[in-house]
């Protein structure tokens, strides 16, 4: 029985890669002739590039060009803890870190892979697509050194509109309830 799970597993997992690669897998944003003038050029199309673009975008008066010099993520970036699947490969810079004395020991000659993303979403496409917050802490903190305009209170509707959700962790029942009442307190769970 085991065996006939992973054989009908395995040919799913293909017939789905073909699919999305035939019928999904269009790319319509690609320019393929550049016009001669913007009025914005963004230079790297990660998390950050994107999310600026998009937001230059809005005004339809204005010309925005992405540059990336990668192309699209493939299928397996789409799929939550499967984007591991795309490190090491075409769509990743392949950066390795000095070998190291006294860590990364499972690695070969003691040297750690940094996944840095190449193309459209960059590295959040092949680190599992998490993101987080910090704490409401951090955030004042920057307030009180002069930075106005970034409280966490000032900040959340840009990360809902970023995040197109009304809801976020921001709401969770941590710290409605108060359970992170100080940072210290926070940095046990981390």
């Not at 997992?13 to 050029?41: E, G, L």
């Not at 509707?157 to 100080?182: I, R």
């Amino acid at each position: 029985m085991s065996w006939f799970s992973y054989t009908l597993a395995v040919l799913v997992a293909c017939i789905s890669y073909m699919a999305y690669q035939k019928y999904v897998n269009v790319h319509t944003s690609i320019i393929k002739k550049p016009d001669k003038r913007y009025d914005y050029i963004i230079v790297g199309a990660g998390t950050a590039g994107c999310v600026l673009a998009a937001r230059l975008s809005e005004d339809p008066t204005v010309k925005v060009l992405l540059l990336e010099a990668g192309g699209h993520m493939g299928y397996f970036t789409r799929v939550p803890l499967t984007s591991t699947a795309a490190q090491q490969g075409p769509n990743d810079w392949s950066v390795h870190a000095r070998p190291q004395k006294y860590s990364s020991f499972g690695m070969f000659a003691q040297t750690p892979i940094i996944p840095r993303g190449k193309g459209l979403g960059g590295s959040g496409q092949i680190n599992f697509l998490l993101h987080g917050f910090g704490l409401s802490e951090d955030y004042s903190r920057w307030a009180q050194l002069g930075f106005d305009g970034w409280t966490l209170k000032d900040l959340k509707p840009y990360f809902n509109k970023a995040f197109g959700t009304m809801e976020s962790e921001f709401d969770s029942p941590c710290l409605a309830t108060g359970l992170y009442t100080n940072a210290s307190q926070a940095n046990r769970f981390r």
